[in-house]
């Protein structure tokens, strides 16, 4: 159907894939109808399927490589929100003619780099093509001891609110990518465009949260929705203090020259941190942990009796935004 | 960014999804970052993963139901090829706007249809909006006695190579349905097209072949191109009998009407009816065992040395076919 890429479904996997999935005997080197995967019995699997599609998750003219790390990387977050150490994934993707002619390589390329860096294999998927756009779907599977995966719903009153790294950069660097923010200096919207190009996933410290954290979820739709999410599943309310959101020094620069850019902060996504509440009794462990693995880690705020997320300002005023998270449709 | 679906994306998950989630309790209701599955020590899991996109692998037209179960049945036939049982499922949805508005409760119905008549229940996955082509992807999970997955390699010299069902319904059924074939009689066109919208996956089958089968297959790129990758992976040549391709009644009428369609019998694809090498000393046995779970299995052939999949026709002229199988570039 098209000149691009060249060569069968069949020789593309074993030239770009294959070598991908040595190192799990169960990917049968993507030569069978199906993979195979052994799980010991002290385990469970955690399986977690995120989507991408070209102008809605990334740029079209991102490279290969970006994509593909951006693709395992969404996914390896949502692991790391339940507890899981990353084992395997299966890859599906709907090429386009239009891809530039070493696009697959460069894909490959990026997904050869975060397997290495954290520890996950390709075990099978599907290859086709289409007249659409480009199109992706990652399947990941991750491994946590038998009942101890992390849910939303363990969120008890009293609880400490955590969030790792930085949160805002993606939402942010997304408008800088487009073109917006023209007087943000060149370093900061190269930092932020690289937040939004390639997320950093917690799985180091995801995996030390097992029997830590009562519940977890990872900054996708935004920081309100996200914990929101924690809250309806666990029937509580959540108070935020607006001073403790951790910035980085791009977005304080960019919110510095627009303070409408702190909506985007609380509510744009595509962040990839963790939201980690847990008893104020085990916040010094947790904190100990993080430092283990050189994670940064603020306080933001605490769980309360309630349904919903407040905001508070310095000043003790709430805040109201009018979105409150990235909405799908 | 569109009228519909309308609601949120977890407004629709809850309404649509969740309830085809309720008999695995690790998928959470749909409600977390990720689905949790424990497999029995004795077993292994089986991962397949398979992509339809609108106008490739289904008539745009198409109802919601019938593509339903063409994704999942498709996934379903993969898993019979390695002899799993069909345990759960992740789904991919990348919905447009242009769906009927009750397209997406069609879709589901046709999914709860054939969760309870395969067994196999939704765990998880992502649903966005795009403003290409209607996109699916599904990710299968089975199991199998650990150890004891069928694969394409194993098939050795002198092996009888058989195939369930009729063969080519589903090639001839896409010309039908694209307006082709007018001399065909109605009967036969319905017959043909039902064939390519809604394949019958060999599950019941696929679970007694364990221990008995040397290699499997389903044929879905075409039964010479997937007999081929038996070959290619076991090192090892087949011969093919022409008289011996089981045909429906309706794909007899077809190649009656122009001779030139046994081609497309043979390299059609999208089948899905299983391949299978056994042991001639265990073929009774095989034959028993598809009488059983009332599937119908004809002898086509048998492995030979070699390392290509040779057709012959009832004077023993070796056949020739242009195309051996589904391109899918």
């Keep these: 159907?098209?000149?691009?890429?060249?060569?069968?479904?069949?020789?593309l996997i074993r030239r770009h894939f294959a070598p991908l999935s040595v190192s799990e005997e169960g990917a049968y080197q993507l030569d069978d109808d199906a993979a195979s995967l052994s799980i010991s019995a002290d385990k469970e699997l955690i399986v977690t399927k995120d989507l991408m599609i070209a102008g809605v998750h990334f740029i079209s003219d991102d490279s290969g490589r970006t994509i593909a790390q951006?693709?395992?990387r969404t996914n390896l977050s949502d692991l790391a929100a339940m507890g899981a150490a990353p084992r395997a994934y299966a890859l599906g993707v709907a090429l386009t003619s239009n891809l530039r002619t070493n696009w697959l390589s460069e894909f490959a390329d990026g997904l050869a780099n975060d397997?290495?860096?954290y520890g996950i294999t390709l075990i099978g998927g599907d290859t086709i093509f289409s007249s659409g756009p480009l199109?992706?779907?990652l399947t990941a599977f991750g491994e946590v001891p038998k009942g101890c995966a992390i849910r939303r719903s363990g969120a008890q009153i009293g609880d400490l609110v955590y969030v790792t790294g930085t949160v805002g950069d993606s939402a942010i660097g997304l408008m800088a990518a487009m073109g917006e923010l023209t007087k943000l200096p060149d370093w900061a919207k190269k930092y932020?465009?690289?937040?939004?190009?390639?997320?950093?996933?917690?799985v180091k410290l995801g995996k030390l949260l097992v029997g830590l954290a009562?519940?977890?979820t990872d900054v996708s739709d935004g920081l309100i929705a996200d914990l929101g999410h924690i809250c309806s599943s666990s029937n509580v309310g959540a108070h935020i203090d607006l001073k403790d959101i951790p910035l980085s020094s791009a977005a304080r620069n960019a919110c510095a020259l627009d303070s409408k850019l702190i909506a985007k902060v609380l509510t744009g996504g595509d962040d990839y941190e963790l939201l980690i509440c847990v008893p104020p009794s085990v916040s010094t462990k947790l904190l100990n942990k993080a430092e283990s693995v050189d994670v940064k880690l603020s306080k933001i705020g605490k769980i309360v009796d309630g349904s919903d997320v407040s905001v508070f300002s310095e000043d003790k005023t709430q805040l109201k935004f009018e979105q409150q998270g990235y909405q799908h449709f």
């Design 1 to 11: 159907m098209s000149e691009y890429p060249p060569g069968s479904e069949f020789e």
């Design 70 to 72: 951006k693709l395992l």
């Design 115 to 117: 397997q290495s860096e």
């Design 135 to 137: 199109f992706l779907s």
């Design 192 to 202: 932020l465009i690289g937040r939004y190009q390639i997320p950093e996933p917690r």
């Design 214 to 216: 009562s519940a977890t």
